[in-house]
């Protein structure tokens, strides 16, 4: 099973490649989270990447290209992955297709998340994590017991710099600009659902998995080109 989680920031991507990928035994592979790391070490790539991510830009295709599919080609998602965060763009979209093409694969899914920008704003001025164990809070919704430090390891919480508000509206004009396209494209492909996620993510968990359900009882390929 070979999925896209498409959605704007805070649209909880993250929080639902994360359940789903433990729940079916696949790969999560999440760009955002690959690039965090990259600029925590200092990389090279890392460093060209910063300054885009700090702004709510999208960092360039190039950089973001090989970065996946040195992924790809390192393996670990031979049972499936969940792509979290790419792609962004319709570049992005095609070389994709083409890569894993080469490994005889195909996308099963690409399911967008829906939300308001109303509830973006909210969701992601309340995001807090610990930097040390990773575990995220959510202010009202995960509070931790002792005010602003983590529950496992008492450290003080932080927020990450692009969820500053301008930072935010930006992130979401970029989406609408440069990755709403990509709707248009997997619906022509015919593998596009949508989900509202308005319910908790509980909710949107069970829908979800509801949804690959429905992928995997068909055989894709023959469903989407019965001739
Ligand atoms: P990335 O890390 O991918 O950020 P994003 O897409 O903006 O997504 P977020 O991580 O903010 O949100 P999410 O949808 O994962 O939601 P989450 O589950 O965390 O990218 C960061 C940057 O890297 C980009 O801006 C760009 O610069 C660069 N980049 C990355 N990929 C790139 C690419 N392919 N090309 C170019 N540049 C790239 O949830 C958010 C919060 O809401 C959490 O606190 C959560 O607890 C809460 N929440 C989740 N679901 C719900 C719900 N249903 N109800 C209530 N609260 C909820």
Known sequence: MNLIFLGPPGSGKGTQAERISKLLGIAHLSTGDMLRESVARKTSLGQKAQEY??????????????????KLCSGGWEHGFILDGFPRTIRQAEALKKMIAKNEKEIDKAILLSVSDAEVMRRLSGRFYCPTCKIGYNYPMRLPRQKEHCDFDNTKLVRRPDDEITVVRNRLEVYKRETAPLIDFYRKELILSEIETDDGPDKVTEQLLKEIGKAKKSDSYKDRCPN
Do not use: K, N, Q, R
Not at 53 to 70: Q, R
């Open 53 to 70: 991510m700090e702004t709510g830009e999208l960092v360039p295709d190039d950089l973001i290209l090989g970065m996946i599919e040195e």
